[in-house]
């Protein structure tokens, strides 16, 4: 695989590219254990470093219509939208379903049913490994809006992905349920450590967002042959991993689960904290910014991102709120990457942690970052933004 600095793409995932950040040539060490009582942490040495961007999540939302006032079933339904917005998911389908039911050639009860019952699988999707219903639900989506291909392509994944965990060996701990197929020489040894390090993030991330994500539901993470991998998720198969909701990772004979592995984790682990401190609308900058930012050593990534932008040309931030990986051409994904890293680091060091969790959660609210940013240190994030690019 090239090795260069900046990211090397791989495969696209509803526009979603998995990338290695700034190779370091050094071996792997053992995965960190839970702490004892009686020990203490020892200082890592420099290490590759490999991160994956979240892949989007499974995202189907779009607002429910209105029905024609002349249909007598219109008042129905608009207590159904009104349910739909409240996160009341199962009434919603209720009552989608008895205005599909009265009037079948209506396609506006069509389309909001299919609404209804793709955000009531994604909910379960979450909640529930393997999900066979959720796939059912999907799929009688599909047929009541065949226009939907935003459907048609999760419920392809959904099957794909039935299809390969059916059979997984599933284990838990307190917050997650790590499931992989076994095949693997000493992957059964390892789990309890997987999980267990992965604990230990949990705790300090927590502390740091303030957030429990993975208490209403574990939060899941499938390993994978590499080839099972590329199947469901559409990356390379040597693509490091990624976050749809579920944290996934190729693991061929080869790799090491060690350090390396273990911050791969960690990166994806960031990424459902921001989410459920920030909900799904985080500016694409802020969240891979964090991912990269919160990592345990990131010092060294930061002066490389910092030495690469140096003399390129800058992306504004404003174009960096939807997914980075959306951009046109991989050095543009390349310079937003270490744009996010350095500037979120920066925003760090300057004005504080509090800051960049403060725009997270106000995302949550429906806040804008630059309004928080600006009622948290009486300056313009464009300003800062102006700043930071003057000491570069």
């Known amino acids: 695989m090239k090795r260069a600095l900046g990211f090397t793409a791989a495969a696209s995932l509803a526009g979603v590219l998995v990338w290695k950040l700034w190779p370091k ?9 839970a702490p004892s009582a009686d020990s203490q942490a020892q200082p890592r040495g420099p290490e590759r470093r490999e991160v994956a961007p979240s892949a989007p999540p499974a995202n189907v939302r779009r607002a429910a219509a209105q029905a024609p006032p002349s249909s007598p079933w219109a008042e129905l339904n608009n207590e159904a939208v009104a349910a739909l917005e409240r996160g009341e998911l199962e009434r919603a ?9 009265g009037a079948s050639d209506e396609r506006v009860f069509a389309r909001n049913l299919a609404e209804a019952l793709a955000r009531l699988a994604v909910r379960d999707h979450e909640l529930e490994r393997p999900c066979t219903g959720c796939v059912e639900k999907l ?8 226009e939907r291909g935003d459907l048609a392509q999760l419920l392809e994944r959904w099957r794909k992905e039935l299809a390969t965990e059916s059979e997984f060996h599933r284990v838990q701990s307190t917050h997650f349920e790590l499931a992989y197929e076994v095949w693997r020489e000493g992957l059964v040894d390892q789990s309890a450590d997987l999980l267990a390090a992965l604990e230990v993030h949990y705790v300090e991330l927590a502390r740091i967002f303030d957030v429990r994500p993975g208490e209403r539901a574990r ?3 499938s390993l994978y042959r590499p080839a099972e991998f590329a199947n469901i998720t559409g990356l390379a198969e040597w693509a490091g991993a990624s976050y749809d909701g579920v944290i996934r990772a190729p693991v061929a004979e080869e790799r090491s689960l060690g350090a390396t592995f273990d911050e791969l984790l960690r990166h994806e682990l960031i990424h459902a904290f921001v989410r459920e401190a920030g909900g799904r609308d985080v500016p694409g900058w802020l969240n891979e910014g964090l991912a990269q930012w919160l990592q345990r050593s990131p010092a060294e990534d930061v ?5 690469a932008l ?15 990986t959306s951009l046109p051409d991989t050095p543009t994904v390349t310079r937003a990457y270490a744009q996010s890293l350095a500037f979120c680091a920066y925003l760090d060091e300057q004005h504080g942690r509090g800051v960049l969790l403060a725009m997270v959660a106000g995302c949550k609210r429906g806040e804008s970052v630059d309004a928080t940013f600006q009622s948290w240190t009486r300056l313009r994030l464009a300003e800062a933004e102006a700043l930071f690019r003057a000491g570069l």
């Open 310 to 324: 140096r003399g390129q040309p800058w992306i504004e931030l404003s174009s960096l709120r939807g997914s980075l």
């Open 25 to 33: 040539p050094a071996p792997d060490s053992p995965a960190p254990q």
């Open 93 to 101: 389908v209720d009552l989608f379903e008895q205005c599909h039911a």
């Open 303 to 307: 002066r490389r991102a910092r030495s």
């Open 139 to 146: 799929e009688r989506a599909v047929q009541l809006a065949p």
């Open 219 to 221: 939060i899941p993470v």
